[in-house]
């Protein structure tokens, strides 16, 4: 996974909640054919706490190379010992590597150890995760005092002996899901949300996102706010969508639109922060790009999957792609779909919105760092999505 130029992070002090802002990364190289690779395999055809005293407060995360995933820095233990995690609302476990994994994979990342701490706790069952594009990472369950942007509680983590060699040269050292319990690959494990909203730390059951985009303000000043709504950061009001199953933040996706002109396509989906692109189902794909012109589909071949490129001109279209959720249409600026030259000399860019994906689609960072979202984990949980203020 992939990096963009440094700079300093805004910092906005939050009248409630707890926000992490996020800065860019000068060094990381991506590749987006291999992004493509991987997310299109990622779902397959479906898809009272004792508050530490003393938490952090705002913690810096980073963009990585011009919004391609976006990660940030998370305590654990006692003295704290600090992790690059991916937030992903596309899944629920928070692991990391432990100091028993001695593999090259492992070293190249921080590594926790829990002799270290004096605040862990054996827990002794075993764990593992598979991800879609066949990642995977195995290990031991502990539990620890895990605090993120001034939020601390006692949080069950899995200490990974094993990674698979897809993490080797990733630039975060494991992930922390946002998503629902009851896809934590433990049957019985909170997640750090469950947590936090149980011990009442959060004066809003939510966590709000505000991914920046680096073609509209450099890629700064973002951050991820828990338990609290950053109004500055919107425009109008937000638009709540009832989720329509709890495990992934999934919900009706009623159509898609061309410049506010339906394309007559629908589907459940789900709002992914772990996700790069856009990944819909293959005739809704052909119908986006039959409206632009210069779209070129390239079919699979043994190694890689088939997919979309537009021609990199168009990252100055004023053009929209629009995804209506909730009565309510969001657009994705035609210069983002846009999204990375191929390098072949054609003149051509990856698509930021790829098929593959018929059962559930998957609205990732393209379509998050032009909409805010709040992922809100209430007795009736929802998403709250509005334009995004830049």
């Given at each position: 996974?992939?990096?963009?130029?440094?700079?300093?992070?805004?910092?906005?002090?939050?009248?409630?909640?707890?926000?992490?802002?996020?800065?860019?990364?000068?060094?990381?190289?991506?590749?987006?054919?291999?992004?493509?690779?991987?997310?299109?395999?990622?779902?397959?055809?479906?898809?009272?706490?004792?508050?530490?005293?003393?938490?952090?407060?705002?913690?810096?995360?980073?963009?990585?190379?011009?919004?391609?995933?976006?990660?940030?820095?998370?305590?654990?233990?006692?003295?704290?010992q600090?992790?690059?995690?991916?937030?992903?609302?596309?899944?629920?476990?928070?692991w990391?590597?432990?100091?028993?994994?001695?593999?090259?994979?492992?070293?190249?990342?921080?590594?926790?150890?829990?002799?270290?701490?004096?605040?862990?706790?054996?827990?002794?069952?075993?764990?593992?995760?598979?991800?879609?594009?066949?990642?995977?990472?195995?290990?031991?369950?502990?539990?620890?005092?895990?605090?993120?942007?001034?939020?601390?509680?006692?949080?069950?983590?899995?200490?990974?002996?094993?990674?698979?060699?897809?993490?080797?040269?990733?630039?975060?050292?494991?992930?922390?899901?946002?998503?629902?319990?009851?896809?934590?690959?433990?049957?019985?494990?909170?997640?750090?949300?469950d947590?936090?909203?149980?011990?009442?730390?959060?004066?809003?059951?939510?966590?709000?996102?505000?991914?920046?985009?680096?073609?509209?303000?450099?890629?700064?000043?973002?951050?991820?706010?828990?338990?609290?709504?950053?109004?500055?950061?919107?425009?109008?009001?937000?638009?709540?969508?009832?989720?329509?199953?709890?495990?992934?933040?999934?919900?009706?996706?009623?159509?898609?639109?061309?410049?506010?002109?339906?394309?007559?396509?629908?589907?459940?989906?789900?709002?992914?922060?772990?996700?790069?692109?856009v990944?819909?189902?293959?005739?809704?794909?052909?119908?986006?790009?039959?409206?632009?012109?210069?779209?070129?589909?390239?079919?699979?071949?043994?190694?890689?999957?088939?997919?979309?490129?537009?021609?990199?001109s168009?990252?100055?279209?004023?053009?929209?792609?629009g995804?209506t959720?909730?009565?309510?249409?969001?657009?994705?600026?035609?210069?983002?779909?846009?999204?990375?030259?191929?390098?072949?000399?054609?003149?051509?860019?990856?698509?930021?919105?790829?098929?593959?994906?018929?059962?559930?689609?998957?609205?990732?960072?393209?379509?998050?760092?032009?909409?805010?979202?709040?992922?809100?984990?209430?007795?009736?949980p929802?998403?709250?999505?509005?334009?995004?203020?830049?």
């Open positions: 996974m992939f990096a963009v130029a440094g700079a300093s992070p805004l910092r906005f002090p939050p009248k409630h909640g707890h926000a992490i802002p996020l800065e860019r990364n000068p060094n990381y190289i991506h590749n987006t054919k291999a992004q493509i690779h991987k997310m299109s395999n990622r779902y397959g055809n479906r898809l009272r706490t004792k508050v530490l005293a003393g938490s952090t407060g705002k913690v810096p995360l980073v963009n990585v190379d011009h919004d391609t995933e976006y990660y940030g820095s998370v305590s654990v233990g006692t003295p704290a600090v992790f690059k995690l991916n937030f992903d609302t596309g899944s629920s476990d928070i990391f590597p432990s100091i028993n994994c001695t593999s090259t994979i492992c070293e190249s990342h921080n590594r926790f150890n829990s002799v270290n701490s004096s605040t862990f706790q054996k827990d002794g069952r075993s764990w593992e995760i598979t991800y879609g594009d066949h990642s995977n990472a195995s290990g031991i369950l502990g539990s620890d005092i895990v605090s993120v942007g001034g939020v601390a509680v006692r949080q069950t983590i899995g200490l990974a002996t094993q990674e698979s060699s897809q993490f080797e040269g990733s630039p975060e050292d494991g992930l922390f899901g946002l998503g629902f319990n009851t896809i934590e690959s433990v049957r019985g494990v909170q997640t750090f949300l947590n936090a909203i149980a011990a009442g730390l959060l004066a809003k059951p939510v966590v709000s996102v505000f991914l920046p985009s680096y073609r509209r303000n450099g890629g700064v000043g973002g951050e991820y706010l828990f338990g609290g709504i950053d109004s500055t950061k919107l425009t109008g009001d937000l638009t709540y969508i009832k989720v329509s199953q709890r495990g992934y933040w999934q919900i009706p996706m009623d159509d898609i639109t061309f410049n506010g002109s339906s394309l007559g396509q629908a589907s459940e989906g789900i709002v992914d922060t772990g996700t790069t692109l990944i819909i189902g293959d005739a809704a794909a052909k119908a986006v790009h039959d409206k632009i012109p210069g779209s070129v589909n390239t079919p699979a071949t043994s190694t890689d999957p088939a997919y979309w490129s537009v021609p990199c168009l990252q100055t279209s004023t053009d929209n792609v995804f959720l909730g009565g309510t249409t969001f657009n994705v600026p035609v210069a983002d779909v846009a999204y990375e030259d191929l390098g072949d000399g054609s003149g051509n860019c990856y698509s930021g919105i790829q098929g593959g994906q018929d059962d559930l689609w998957i609205l990732g960072d393209v379509f998050i760092k032009n909409n805010y979202c709040v992922f809100d984990q209430g007795k009736i929802r998403i709250g999505i509005a334009p995004l203020n830049y």
